[in-house]
Structure formats: structure tokens, C-alpha cells
Nanobody
Framework: VQLVESGGGLVQAGGSLRLSCAAS????????VGWFRQPPGKEREFVAT????????DYADSVKGRFAISRENAKNAVYLQMNSLRPEDTAVYYC?????????????????WGQGTQVTVSS
């Protein structure tokens, strides 16, 4: 399974971005998917996750009410809509997929990872 993130960039505080994760190979529609991020000089952290059906989602407290994860299984794609962005959201954002179809906030639960996309929020 290959995962490719896109949609990152530079945005002012308060702005929005929509990240996409495109998958090829495997049976992506049956996989749980997560978004993680790694801020400069910090450890990778959980952002959001979605189950294979989209019926279960979970978010880090720091992004609840601002970010929304969704998926289109017919397109082998998962999205992360990010609103009200803050400078502390600056990070490399990674998409990850797990063969088990449930959602998970643990990075060790994931089997496949993308290369990441940079998001920079200016103040």
C-alpha cells in the first residue's frame, strides 16, 4: 500500500487547509486511517483517525472542533479539513493506514505511512 499526502502549504493563522491522502494498492476501503503530525523539534503526535466505514472518528483534544477527518472509499482517499489554524499546528502531517479496519490513535497500530506534507501557519 502506498500513501501520498497532498494539500499542505503556508497559511495565515485563522485560515484553512484541506489535506488529502491518496492510496494505491491493498484494500484501502477496509483499512482504518489516521493522521499524525510532527512539529519542528518534537515527537510525532496523533491528530485524527477514522474507521474503514467512516462511522467512527476520533481527534486529539488540541484539534477538536477545528479539524474534520473524512473518507471516500470509492476514490481510495481520506481527507483532513483543517480550520481556524494556529501557529502551533505547524508540522509535517502524515497519513497512515492499518489493515485492521477500526480507528486508532496509536501510531504503532499502523502498518503503512506516507511521506508527509508540510503545513506552516504564520502568525
Amino acid at each position: 500500500v502506498q500513501l501520498v499526502e497532498s494539500g499542505g502549504g503556508l497559511v495565515q493563522a485563522g485560515g484553512s487547509l484541506r489535506l488529502s491522502c491518496a492510496a494505491s494498492g491493498g484494500i484501502f476501503s477496509s483499512y482504518g486511517v489516521g493522521w499524525f503530525r510532527q512539529p519542528p523539534g518534537k515527537e510525532r503526535e496523533f491528530v485524527a483517525t477514522i474507521s474503514w466505514s467512516g462511522g467512527t472518528t476520533d481527534y486529539a483534544d488540541s484539534v477538536k472542533g477545528r479539524f474534520a477527518i473524512s473518507r471516500e472509499n470509492a476514490k481510495n482517499a481520506v481527507y483532513l479539513q483543517m480550520n481556524s489554524l494556529r501557529p502551533e499546528d505547524t508540522a509535517v502531517y502524515y497519513c497512515a493506514a492499518r489493515i485492521v479496519g477500526s480507528a486508532s490513535s496509536r501510531d504503532r497500530a499502523y502498518d503503512y505511512w506516507g511521506q508527509g506534507t508540510q503545513v506552516t501557519v504564520s502568525s
